[in-house]
């Protein structure tokens, strides 16, 4: 949780990497170290912007990730590895990725990381990860997808 001082940006704004280094705080404080020490294994569906840096920086923190992807984000991510570039500091790593989200299940805590426009397919494509003890975490920009969500 940010300090009352560090406020989020307002919903709708487009949010940098930079910006979520700097709402969360350094890498091994807020949110992402508090999260690193959640039971896991951890889903990430999508390795853009938000997912791929949340993600990535539980799994430099020690947390089961595995990314969700599509297969050329797939074979780029193990071509390259999954890339940080940020104001907190830059990492590149290799990170566990899957086609399907049933592929390397269960998993505990999955974190919904789509395009607004695309959240309706990511809802079905996270489904077969899901199950009455996982927890499913939306990191969305916008207010729009609430009812959806509901």
Do not use: W
Request: aromatic share 4%; net charge negative; with cysteine.
């Amino acid at each position: 949780m940010p300090a009352p001082d560090r406020l989020p940006p307002p919903p709708g704004l487009p949010c940098a990497p930079e910006a979520v280094d700097d709402f969360l705080g350094t890498p091994t404080a807020g949110a992402v170290a508090t999260l690193a020490r959640a039971p896991g294994p951890f889903l990430i569906l999508g390795a853009g912007a938000i997912g791929g840096y949340v993600g990535g920086r539980l799994h430099q923190h020690g947390a089961d990730v595995t990314f969700l992807v599509r297969p050329a984000r797939q074979q780029a991510m193990q071509r390259d590895g999954l890339v940080i570039k940020s104001t907190k500091g830059d990492v590149v790593q290799k990170v566990k990725t899957v086609l399907k989200a049933g592929e390397d299940g269960p998993y505990d805590i999955v974190l919904l990381t789509p395009k607004a426009y695309d959240l309706d397919s990511a809802i079905e494509a996270i489904a077969p990860a899901v199950s009455a003890n996982t927890t499913v975490v939306p990191l969305l920009n916008g207010m729009r997808h609430l009812d959806v969500l509901d």
